[in-house]
């Protein structure tokens, strides 16, 4: 076997990592792009006026929002959860980026139910702060538990199974309520009403019971 051109193997070397620089670059760059424009949703820009001052598409700007890639899901959840999206309001929207930032600075690979929780805490919402706080699920002890968490390999799609089962079900939450969109406190009742959610075995480690934590946002939010 003839050795290898020690220049040229150099050379190789060198475009080699050069090339992992750029593909890392570039990745970060991609996502902080999606997230600026998640947070432009979230402050409260349309789809369609950040697809026309981006030049996107409107189903681009979806997708982003979304959390997903283009040509990502197969069918049903991932339209339901999108739909659900849509109806979020601005301090839902919120919760959902502040969720994203913690995933990302607590180096996890996804957005988990854990994540929505500590997006729910951070939001300070008016109905479901003062209730979260009341049981005694507030940031730094929450924050713990979860950076204690091990989420596993990251996945393709952004959010795990649990969490958008969680959002999908904040959206029959408001439905069963009555309203047209949905609340920081739809979120939350989402949150705990899945026996496999992560964000569950939080709230009991904590000390709370998920069953009068639901019983008193309903309470809360009742009394107006």
């Known amino acids: 076997m003839t050795p290898l051109d020690t220049a040229l193997l150099g050379e190789a070397r060198t475009a080699r990592d050069r090339l992992l620089e750029l593909q890392r670059d570039l990745e970060k760059a991609r996502a902080d792009y999606n997230h600026a424009v998640r947070r432009l949703h979230a402050e409260g820009g349309s789809l369609r006026e950040i697809a026309e001052d981006l030049g996107l598409s409107h189903q681009r700007v979806h997708q982003i929002v979304e959390g997903g890639e283009a040509g990502a899901g197969r069918g049903g959840s991932r339209r339901r959860f999108g739909w659900a999206f849509e109806r979020f309001t601005r301090r839902t929207r919120?919760?959902?980026?502040?969720?994203?930032?913690?995933?990302?600075?607590?180096?996890?690979?996804?957005?988990?139910?854990?994540?929505?929780?500590?997006?729910?805490?951070?939001?300070?919402?008016?109905?479901?702060?003062?209730?979260?706080?009341?049981?005694?699920?507030?940031?730094?002890?929450l924050r713990a538990l979860v950076a204690a968490h091990d989420p596993g390999p990251r996945r393709r799609s952004p959010f795990s199974r649990a969490a958008k089962r969680a959002l999908e079900q904040s959206l029959r939450e408001a439905q069963a309520l009555g309203d047209r969109f949905i609340g920081a406190e739809h979120v939350l009742l989402g949150l705990v009403a899945d026996e496999r959610a992560g964000s569950l075995a939080l709230v009991r480690e904590l000390g709370a019971d998920p069953e009068k934590l639901r019983a008193a946002v309903l309470a809360r939010r009742a009394a107006g």
Do not use: Y
């Open 94 to 141: 919120r919760v959902v980026v502040l969720a994203q930032e913690e995933a990302a600075e607590l180096g996890h690979g996804r957005v988990g139910t854990e994540h929505l929780l500590l997006g729910l805490v951070r939001a300070e919402d008016e109905v479901v702060a003062p209730v979260l706080a009341e049981f005694g699920i507030t940031l730094e002890p």
